[in-house]
C-alpha cells in the first residue's frame, strides 16, 4: 500500500488525571478528514510513573494508568469502526497489564479480535537490577548507595512504536517514552520516515511536542482573561495536528469545540520545557526550532515551517525512582476582621512547637493568601509585601521525614490549634504521604533494548 500524502494525529489526553471526553469530538473530527489518523493519549509524567512503581509493588497487576478505561471506553470502537489506530503510554509501570486491561474492555463493549501490541524494555532496574542502576551518574550527583531504589525507566523513542504500528494492532500501549514518541512512531510507521532523515523525524518531534499537553495547546494553559480571552473554555477542544509526508505541520483542534489555537498558543506550547530552542534532544533526532516559524492559515489553524533536525545524542535519558520518606501536612482557615493577624500568630505557634519537638527536619509555614506561592521558607517575602488584615486566608504546615511516626505528630499539631487557638480556626485538613524522589541519570542507548509483544483476544 503507498504511503499516504497526509496524517492526522489527534491527542485525546495531556496527562493522566486529564478529561475523559476531551477525545469524542477529536475522533469525530477526524473521521470527517477522511484522512488516515491515529489518536495519541499523553497519560505519563515522572511523578506519575513513581507513583504506578508504588502501585505496581502492592499489587503486580497494577502500576498501570488507573484510568485507562475510562479514556478509552467513550471512543474504542468508533476508533476501531473507523479506522483510528491508537498510542499511548498508559502502561506506564506495568505496559503488559495495561494492555490485557485493554482486552479485557474490548470484551467488555463486545469489540471482537481487537490486536493490542505493547512496548516494552523501559524498565532498567528489572533487566539491570539495583547494584547496575546505582553505577550510573545522575543528575543531582547523588550517591545512590544505600538508597532504596524503585525503579529505573528509560524514555524510549519512536522507532519501538512503529516497529508495534507494523504488527497491524490497533491500539499500542508504552510504558516510558518521549511524550513526543507518540506522535512521530505513527508518522515514521506511515510515512517510512527514518535515519538519517533528519529533518523529517524533527517534524514528528515538532509534531508531538506541540499536541502532547492535551489543551495547552488550544487556550487552556493560556487563558488569561482579559489579557489573552480564549472563547468557551468550558468545552475547550483537545489538538489535533495534519503532518504531511513532504514535512509540513498544521495544527488545529476539534471541529465544534471551545478554545482557541492561534499564533501566540502555539507558540507558548513551542517553547513549552525547552531548554535550549537548538538542541532539543530525543533518542530519535535532535529538534532545532531556531528557524521555525508561524503562520495563521484561517480560524484555528496555524502552521509550522523551518524546524530543522541533527542526529540523536548517544545516551538515553533514565528516570530512577527512590523511596523519598513523607510529607506531613495540615491546613486550617482565618477569616474575617484581624484574620491576618491571627492567621500569622497560628503560623507562628506551628513552627515552635515543631521546634520544641526537637524535630530538625525541613519544615515550612505558608499562608495561603499573603504571598505563598514565590515565597521562601523562611516567610520574608510576607514580611515585606502588604496585605489586607481583613480577609480570608488559610495556614498551611509541612515537613518531610523518614520516620512516619514523627511525620503524624507534625499534621497533628495543626489539628490542635481547634481549641488552643488562635480565635476562629476552621476547617482543618492534616495528612500524610509516602513520597518518591526522582533523579535523572543518562546511560549508553546500546543497553537500551526495546521489544513488542502482540496481544488478542485469543491470547498472546
Request: charged share 20%; net charge negative; proline share 7%.
Amino acid at each position: 500500500m503507498p504511503a499516504p500524502d497526509g496524517v492526522h494525529i489527534g491527542c485525546g489526553a495531556g496527562f493522566s488525571g486529564d478529561r475523559t471526553d476531551g477525545a469524542g469530538p477529536v475522533v469525530e473530527t477526524l473521521i470527517a478528514s477522511g484522512r488516515p489518523a491515529y489518536l495519541m493519549y499523553e497519560a505519563l509524567a515522572e511523578r506519575t510513573l513513581a507513583l504506578a512503581q508504588l502501585d505496581r509493588r502492592r499489587d503486580p497487576s497494577a502500576g498501570y494508568t488507573p484510568y485507562l478505561a475510562d479514556f478509552l471506553r467513550p471512543v474504542l470502537r468508533r476508533c476501531v469502526e473507523s479506522g483510528i489506530r491508537i498510542v499511548s503510554n498508559f502502561g506506564a509501570a506495568n505496559p503488559m497489564a495495561a494492555g490485557r486491561r485493554v482486552l479485557a474492555l474490548a470484551d467488555e463493549l463486545g469489540i471482537p479480535d481487537l490486536r493490542v501490541a505493547v512496548v516494552e524494555g523501559d524498565d532498567l532496574l528489572a533487566a539491570l537490577g539495583p547494584d547496575g542502576v546505582r553505577r550510573w551518574p545522575n543528575d543531582e550527583k547523588l550517591d545512590l548507595a544505600g538508597h532504596d531504589i524503585l525503579a529505573a525507566n528509560a524514555y524510549l523513542g519512536a522507532a519501538p512504536i512503529a516497529q508495534a504500528l507494523a504488527t497491524d494492532a490497533e491500539v499500542v500501549i508504552t510504558g516510558r517514552c518521549t511524550d513526543s514518541a507518540l506522535a512521530l512512531g505513527p508518522l515514521m510507521h506511515a510515512f517510512g520516515w527514518a535515519a538519517p532523515d533528519w529533518d523529517r523525524l524533527a517534524t514528528g518531534i515538532l509534531a508531538g511536542h506541540l499536541i502532547e499537553c492535551g489543551a495547552q495547546v488550544t487556550g487552556g494553559y493560556f487563558a488569561d482573561p482579559g489579557l489573552k480571552d480564549v472563547p468557551d473554555l468550558d468545552r475547550v477542544g483537545f489538538p489535533i495536528v495534519e503532518v504531511g509526508r513532504d514535512g509540513t505541520v498544521v495544527v488545529t483542534k476539534a471541529a465544534g469545540t471551545g478554545g482557541l489555537v492561534s499564533e501566540a498558543t502555539v507558540t507558548e506550547q513551542l517553547l513549552y520545557e525547552l531548554h535550549d530552542p537548538a538542541a532539543y534532544l530525543t533518542p530519535d533526532v535532535t529538534m532545532d526550532i531556531t528557524g521555525v516559524s508561524l503562520e495563521a492559515e484561517g480560524k484555528d489553524r496555524v502552521r509550522i515551517r523551518g524546524v530543522r533536525g541533527h542526529p540523536p545524542p548517544p545516551t538515553y535519558k533514565v528516570t530512577v525512582s527512590l523511596e523519598g520518606g513523607f510529607l506531613a501536612e495540615g491546613e486550617i482557615s482565618y477569616a474575617g476582621p484581624n484574620a491576618l493577624a491571627r492567621a500569622e500568630l497560628a503560623a507562628e505557634v506551628l513552627l515552635k512547637r515543631v521546634k520544641a519537638l526537637g524535630v530538625n527536619l525541613p519544615v515550612r509555614c505558608d499562608i495561603i493568601g499573603a504571598v505563598s506561592v514565590f515565597d521562601g521558607d523562611a516567610g520574608a517575602l510576607r514580611r515585606v509585601t502588604p496585605a489586607a488584615r481583613d480577609g480570608d486566608y488559610r495556614v498551611r504546615l509541612s515537613a518531610t521525614t523518614d520516620d512516619r511516626p514523627t511525620a503524624d505528630r507534625i499534621a497533628r499539631e495543626v489539628l490542635s490549634l481547634y481549641p488552643t487557638g488562635p480565635a476562629g480556626g476552621a476547617g482543618v485538613r492534616t495528612g500524610v504521604t509516602g513520597r518518591v524522589r526522582t533523579v535523572s541519570a543518562y546511560v549508553p542507548g546500546e543497553i537500551i533494548q526495546p521489544r513488542v509483544a502482540v496481544l488478542s483476544a485469543g491470547g498472546r
